[in-house]
């Protein structure tokens, strides 16, 4: 049985009609490695990506269109996008949750240069190395963005931040931030510090108690590192300070996304004083 | 045929015996609600386990024995608790992750009273309302623990903590802490108040900015609400300030675990300045 395609105006697309095929394929890295997309599921990421440009096609249900059709329209309407109504299977199949309500877009990854994201003289930046851990990127994502960072870098052999996990995790701040990709964390950083921002470590065993961090209010990017292992010991050497979250009860250490909205709303604080 | 069990000394426990048939249970809330029990796998979860008394019985493999004879010794040993060697398949059943290093302890529930926990004029006290998500609840647990807090509580209709997830994410907090289930979310806040702490709602729309707070150094009871529907209504009228940590940039909101993160730890910082 032939199935519809982009040849047939108004039709309802299924789960092997060859353009829900490709998108689904989204769901690997490898394919989004590629093809340089992503998917966002749900009105709140799809909402984001439109205001951010971002989306190349919105997939929606008869659902999705009830509840959401501002979302549909100005997709089906915009420039370089489209909307395209599917079938409830189809929908499932491109969703890794069940409450996507009846919305899933394909979008454009949205990485800028290093370059590009400290000409715009950023005054804080977070820098997570080797974070393997999507629900984490996604949280130190949305931390950053709320704190005030304008970039968040990953670095060196991060998880790649447009994993559906990450994506969600970030509640629409991977369409709010530059989101950078740099393989060579230590070219990151003294790019970073050559732009004038201090760089402190975050790293349970630093020398510096985060609450004596003396100047937090200047521009600093902070790094953060592996959940399971922390910051390569290079990196720390590279940075101008490496700071600990003072634990003053008797747990062992922080989580990774605990111990990144601690420094950044410390940095946010100094930040929102010195202004 | 025949089971081993605690009539053979010297016997290696399989899936079938009746001892690791109960133990596996405690993998259900039901069986946990009845017994008071619960499980905490690995040798970090077994450790402070043991350091609280809370251990009833430790299972091991000739691996978890080999990498960790000393945490074997002392359940041996312990008053009240003792070690049962299992098979690699009786251990695999027990724990819920893939690398809990050959060990998996059966520990009595460690809630107190509230009386209790107040008893002790604690400075800083989280209480989770309503949260539904175990490794929030761990997070929070971790985190609070990490900032000071000597007692967290659950009140309304929170997860359970024991639950193995919010074991794992507390790292071994929910055997440092005060852990306290309230029901009675409202008598709960009441008490806290009686006993002289503040109370704080964190609340995305809070009146209050964080930043702004005065007197953070008083003794303070944290309220944190659900992932999807924050606070209750009539908790955040009967706290003395809603409480918000600002947002910088274009994120909506933090996530529980984040923002109960900053709030704790701002109140950390005074604490420890006015001590």
């Known amino acids: 049985m032939p199935q519809p395609d982009d040849r047939q105006p108004g039709a309802v697309f ?28 749900g009105p709140q990421a799809v909402r984001e990506a439109l205001a951010a440009g971002a989306v190349v096609e919105l997939f929606f249900t008869a ?20 909307a395209s109504a599917v079938d ?9 949750t069940v409450q996507p309500q009846g919305l899933v877009a ?7 240069p290093l370059a590009d994201a400290l000409r715009k003289a950023p005054r804080l930046v977070a820098v997570c190395a080797d974070i393997r851990d999507p ?22 052999d991060s998880v790649d931040p447009y994993n559906g996990k990450a994506v969600r995790a970030s509640a629409g701040s991977l369409f709010h931030v530059d989101v950078v990709r740099a393989r060579d964390a230590a070219a990151a950083v003294a790019a970073l510090r050559a732009a004038g921002l201090r760089i402190l470590a975050a790293d349970g065993y630093g020398e510096t108690d985060l609450f004596e961090v003396p100047d937090l209010g200047a521009p600093t990017a902070w790094l953060f590192g592996s959940e399971a292992h922390g910051l390569p010991g290079a990196l720390k050497a590279q940075a101008d300070a490496r700071v600990r979250v003072p634990i003053l009860g008797g747990a062992e250490s922080l989580n990774l996304a605990a111990a990144a909205a601690v420094c950044l709303y410390a940095s946010a604080k100094a930040l929102k004083e010195s202004m």
């Open 14 to 41: 299924t789960t092997r009609t060859p353009r829900v095929v490709a998108a689904r394929r989204l769901q690997r890295r490898r394919d989004r490695d590629e093809t340089g997309r992503f998917l966002a599921e």
């Open 88 to 96: 409830d299977d189809a929908l499932a199949a491109l969703a890794e």
């Open 135 to 156: 629900g984490n990127a996604g949280t130190v994502l949305r931390t950053a963005d709320a704190a005030g960072a304008t970039a968040v870098v990953f670095a060196g």
């Open 106 to 112: 394909v979008c454009a990854q949205r990485d800028v």
């Open 63 to 82: 659902d999705g269109l009830a509840r959401h059709g501002d979302l549909v329209r100005r997709a089906g309407t915009g420039t370089g996008s489209r």
